[in-house]
T-cell receptor, first 116, second 111 residues
Framework: GAVVSQHPSWVICKSGTSVKIECRSLDFQATTMFWYRQFPKQSLMLMATSNEGSKATYEQGVEKDKFLINHASLTLSTLTVTSAHPEDSSFYIC????????????FGPGTRLTVT | QQPVQSPQAVILREGEDAVINCSSSKALYSVHWYRQKHGEAPVFLMILLKGGEQKGHEKISASFNEKKQQSSLYLTASQLSYSGTYFCGTFGSYNTDKLIFGTGTRLQVFP
């Protein structure tokens, strides 16, 4: 089956530092990857859509200069949280799909970010 | 706009049935259902397409009413492993790849 990995699974950083999260599709090529954020006891909120070789499309209210997304290859997308603050602490989940359009998405295991 | 799920939470005894509803204010092309355990990523359950048939596994099935812009997930003879939070995810059209998650329904199954 389709597998998506994320690294790291858990990270603690100090306020003001930057954190990079990697999302990899291990056994398929993902033309599109998505980044979600989930606060405790809430739903997953789409942050941005990442297409290989082009700029990410950010959802309304998501600061593109703060959450930098790079989709350098068909198997790797990265999310960098720049100048992290405690309010950025959350569960970040990526997903990937092999093609475009409304297909099944395969989710990574998530990254728990805590900013102190 | 985010689809609204009901109920917000439900508690069951093993073997009982449950229905979870997902309602959207926008026209839908397809509906996905996911289950998420605490601290884990969502796990795909099934997809329902516009004009398609009801789909499901043995004891988990779902329906999609395009006109009402609603979907329902049916859990039959629930098992302890069914516990978790259920999310519907919706696509507005074939041309979009943005999956919008519903508000979620927490399900707890006790022995």
């Amino acid at each position: 089956g389709a597998v998506v990995s994320q690294h790291p699974s858990w990270v603690i950083c100090k306020s003001g530092t930057s954190v990079k999260i990697e999302c990899r599709s291990l056994d398929f090529q993902a033309t599109t990857m998505f980044w979600y954020r989930q606060f405790p006891k809430q739903s997953l909120m789409l942050m941005a859509t990442s297409n290989e070789g082009s700029k990410a499309t950010y959802e309304q209210g998501v600061e593109k200069d703060k959450f930098l997304i790079n989709h350098a290859s068909l198997t790797l997308s990265t999310l960098t949280v720049t100048s992290a603050h405690p309010e950025d602490s959350s569960f970040y989940i990526c997903s990937a799909q092999p093609g475009q359009g409304p297909h099944e998405q395969y989710f990574g295991p998530g990254t728990r970010l805590t900013v102190t | 706009q985010q689809p609204v799920q009901s109920p917000q939470a439900v508690i069951l005894r093993e073997g009982e049935d449950a229905v979870i509803n997902c309602s959207s204010s926008k026209a839908l092309y397809s509906v996905h259902w996911y289950r998420q355990k605490h601290g884990e990523a969502p796990v795909f359950l099934m997809i329902l397409l516009k004009g398609g048939e009801q789909k499901g596994h043995e004891k988990i099935s779902a329906s999609f009413n395009e006109k009402k812009q609603q979907s329902s997930l049916y859990l039959t003879a629930s098992q302890l492993s069914y516990s978790g939070t259920y999310f519907c995810g919706t696509f507005g059209s074939y041309n979009t790849d943005k999956l919008i998650f519903g508000t979620g329904t927490r399900l707890q199954v006790f022995p």
